[in-house]
């Protein structure tokens, strides 16, 4: 069976949560799937000290044990190298692919996954603790003009196969087609800053997240944890605020402006581009399990899912406008 077919048939709605936890099985070798997410996380890592630093001062308070809420990624649609190519990894190890999103401003749709039950994960932390949640979205390229779509059709064709180790590319940190030129990465930016993120970027980890209300600290509430990051020098991403909030209120978020590197594109230019940022979560228990006690309290008795509004202001932080300030 075609992942594309075992995405409809494990498709399922999120939107009444029972009384117990649900979803699959873990399927596969699971000390081997922890590996190849931190393969992931050590990239991500590499790469963007604002995140790497923020996690050593969040451990350093308490030594906390820092366990993570998702994953996200970001892809193009188009070729074979769209939700698709990433999801396949995550559906083979017992991952359930839950609600579709969709950012019609951005041409963005995505896909969230819950990661299916462990034996037992309570006393580890990161990539050794809880399974996080993936998160995968994908670029919408046929609504794009033909220039963009020609630029990106022929790097996602060059590449072939590769879409088919679109997880050996985010644990390399490689991309699965050939450096772009600058002149083609700008042409992208001006029209869509996801995408000419995903060219340069490929596959890798767009982000991860922590989860706040598993921390044991005053940290654990998202707010305090925001000024605690800000007091410490860095830049929250403000676009619509710096804390997020769903409509039910019960869904918070935020995060870091993105960390740039510098990229040597193939025309011989060097330039600075956008790379990953580091978000932060925190899930309030659900109105019908507000009696609990906080010993009692489990994963699923919290607000479960994702929020367009929330991840349409999360994509910015990739964006040139909050680069800009927090160079600024």
């Known amino acids: 069976m075609s992942h594309q077919q075992n995405r409809h048939l494990t498709s399922v709605s999120d939107s009444v949560t029972p009384d117990r936890p649900q979803g699959s099985s873990f399927q596969g070798g699971e000390s081997f799937f922890r590996c190849i997410l931190a393969s992931m996380e050590a990239i991500y890592l590499s790469r963007n000290p604002t995140a790497k630093s923020i996690l050593e001062l ?27 190519s990433m999801a396949g990894l995550f559906l083979d190890f017992g991952y359930v692919q839950r609600e579709e999103l969709r950012f019609p401003a951005k041409k963005l749709k995505a896909f969230w996954f819950s990661p299916p039950k462990v034996q037992s994960s309570d006393g580890g932390a990161g ?20 220039q963009a779509q020609e630029i990106i059709r ?14 050996l590319a985010s644990c390399l940190g490689s991309l699965t087609w050939e450096k772009p030129s600058y ?14 993120w995903t060219l340069v970027n490929g596959y890798a980890l767009n982000h991860l997240t922590v989860s706040t209300h598993r921390l044991k600290s005053h940290l654990r509430s998202i707010k ?30 935020s995060s870091t402006v993105a960390d740039s590197v510098a990229f040597h594109f193939a025309d011989g230019i060097e330039s600075s581009v956008p790379c990953s940022y580091i978000e932060f979560a925190e899930r309030l228990i659900l109105p019908q399990y507000k009696n609990l006690l906080e010993k009692e309290v489990k994963e699923f008795h919290r607000r479960d899912g ?5 991840a349409d202001k999360i994509f910015e932080s990739t964006s040139s406008d909050q680069l800009t300030r927090r160079s600024a």
């Open 183 to 196: 002149a083609e990465f700008l042409q992208l930016a001006s029209e869509s800053e996801y995408a000419a």
């Open 306 to 310: 994702f929020e367009v509004g929330n």
């Open 127 to 146: 990539v050794n603790g809880p399974l996080p949640r993936i998160f995968i979205s994908e670029l919408l390229v046929d609504e794009l003009s033909p």
């Open 154 to 167: 022929r790097y996602t064709a060059q590449s072939n196969n590769g879409n088919k180790h679109a997880s």
């Open 224 to 253: 305090n944890l925001n000024q605690f990051i800000e007091e410490n020098g860095y830049k929250l991403n403000s676009e619509g605020g710096i804390l997020k909030v769903s409509p039910d209120g019960l869904l918070l978020q």
């Open 58 to 84: 969040v451990h350093s308070v308490d030594n906390e044990h820092i366990c993570y809420d998702h994953f996200a990624f970001r892809t193009f649609g188009v070729n074979g190298h769209g939700i698709d």
